[in-house]
């Protein structure tokens, strides 16, 4: 299969220059078994065995091979669709703000709560998938391969709209007003 073809089938889906997440899953659903034989292969290239009989795998030389390009476009897209699949937990979390956020007490139980996603696994995330225009408004995602960098991914920005709203206020609460003061202190005292 080339490279090209997929990529092409993948964009001739896109609506004004944007994916949806729904398209991006068929994609991925669709050439899930391409990409373990794939990754089979790739990953049995480059092998080294040592003097004392452990093998290792060597970096590959020189630029990417069409099928680590397809095995890196594909992971980008796998991961932006993981990150999908906690929009209608953060439009819960969203729910539930609007519940409390007159209450300190309960806002600092709701960060606290919510710890793990907004400092950790989504701490990235508006910084390394949000777009802006020359006049700094927010327009959709970009996903970025870095061995496909003439690529433009967009999706649309609907497709995370809870998840963006919810990182925006957890991002004043956690960061700017330092809520949880006693663990931000914990974290820049590790790193």
Same mark, same amino acid.
């Given at each position: 299969?080339?490279?090209?073809?997929?990529?092409?089938?993948?964009?001739?889906?896109?609506?004004?220059?944007?994916?949806?997440?729904?398209?991006?899953?068929?994609?991925?659903?669709?050439?899930?078994?391409?990409?373990?034989?794939?990754?089979?292969?790739?990953?049995?290239?480059?092998?080294?065995?040592?003097?004392?009989?452990?093998?290792?795998?060597?970096?590959?030389?020189?630029?990417?091979?069409?099928?680590?390009?397809?095995?890196?476009?594909?992971?980008?897209?796998?991961?932006?669709?993981?990150?999908?699949?906690?929009?209608?937990?953060?439009?819960?979390?969203?729910?539930?703000?609007?519940?409390?956020?007159?209450?300190?007490?309960?806002?600092?139980?709701?960060?606290?709560? /919510?710890?793990?996603?907004?400092?950790?696994?989504?701490?990235?995330?508006?910084?390394?998938?949000?777009?802006?225009?020359?006049?700094?408004?927010?327009?959709?995602?970009?996903?970025?391969?870095?061995?496909?960098?003439?690529?433009?991914?967009?999706?649309?920005?609907?497709?995370?709209?809870?998840?963006?709203?919810?990182?925006?206020?957890? /991002?004043?609460?956690?960061?700017?007003?330092?809520?949880?003061?006693?663990?931000?202190?914990?974290?820049?005292?590790?790193?």
């Amino acid at each position: 299969m080339k490279l090209d073809s997929l990529i092409s089938e993948l964009f001739e889906l896109k609506k004004n220059g944007i994916l949806s997440i729904s398209i991006i899953e068929w994609w991925l659903l669709k050439y899930s078994e391409f990409y373990k034989k794939t990754y089979d292969f790739v990953y049995s290239q480059h092998l080294f065995t040592t003097d004392d009989g452990s093998v290792i795998r060597l970096p590959p030389f020189g630029k990417a091979t069409d099928e680590e390009k397809f095995l890196e476009l594909f992971k980008a897209l796998d991961t932006i669709c993981e990150l999908n699949r906690n929009e209608q937990y953060f439009e819960q979390e969203l729910t539930e703000y609007q519940k409390i956020k007159n209450s300190q007490s309960e806002l600092k139980n709701w960060v606290t709560k /919510n710890e793990y996603l907004g400092a950790d696994k989504y701490v990235c995330f508006l910084i390394d998938y949000l777009d802006y225009d020359e006049n700094d408004q927010e327009e959709h995602l970009n996903i970025y391969v870095s061995s496909l960098k003439e690529l433009e991914i967009y999706i649309d920005r609907k497709d995370f709209k809870n998840t963006i709203d919810f990182l925006e206020i957890f /991002n004043e609460l956690y960061w700017v007003q330092e809520i949880l003061s006693e663990n931000l202190n914990k974290t820049k005292i590790e790193t």
